[in-house]
């Protein structure tokens, strides 16, 4: 296959998967048999001029861009770009790059003897919290429950509760808060 082949089988199947067709009403839509569709996705067809601006017409594209070398599928985010904050001694930094409906992602860095206390969230929330690298300790309701590295602790979000690291290394803590009515 040489390469402006594989280029339009790889978009072809992008752009189609991204519309959330099937082949037959992608086809349909160009107006081309879904054998012809299947053989320009499998990279092993010869279209002509004509079958390429039908194609184009049915995806909402310039023929250009289907020839192209396909887009890259993932984006690097620089840790330094995402939104990040001190509260107190602890590092905060979201590793969502922007915001996700009823979702947060924390990575916490809590040094020696240092505490976290968080505000509740939303009503109905729950809160994950995995120990990455070091001890910590979830206190909720005054009862501390343990974590050591590879551990989740689950709790209800909306209530107070406080992180604490009780190791001998500063520790590594992600959260996720999942709110409630965010299906």
């Not at 840790?79 to 001190?86: F, N, T, V």
């Not at 690298?133 to 005054?142: D, F, N, S």
Request: glycine share 8%; aromatic share 2%; hydrophobic share 40%.
């Amino acid at each position: 296959m040489n390469q402006l082949s594989h280029n339009l089988a790889a978009n072809l199947r992008r752009l189609r998967e991204n519309l959330g067709l099937s082949q037959q009403q992608v086809a349909n839509n160009a107006g081309i048999p879904r054998p012809t569709w299947a053989n320009l996705e499998s990279g092993e067809a010869n279209p002509t001029i004509s079958v390429l601006t039908k194609v184009a017409a049915a995806l909402n594209v310039d023929v250009e861009s289907l020839l192209r070398p396909p887009a890259s599928v993932v984006r690097i985010v620089p840790a330094e770009s995402l939104p990040s904050k001190r509260r107190g001694k602890v590092s905060v930094r979201s590793l969502l790059p922007e915001p996700m409906v009823g979702l947060e992602l924390e990575r916490l860095v809590l040094p020696v003897a240092t505490q976290l206390h968080v505000a509740p969230h939303a009503r109905g929330s729950r809160k994950y919290a995995t120990c990455e690298v070091g001890e910590i300790e979830l206190v909720v309701m005054g009862v501390a429950h343990p974590g050591r590295a590879g551990d989740v602790l689950v709790c209800r979000g909306d209530q107070p509760h406080t992180f604490r690291n009780v190791g001998r290394s500063p520790a590594v803590v992600y959260c996720v808060v999942s709110f409630a009515g965010s299906d």
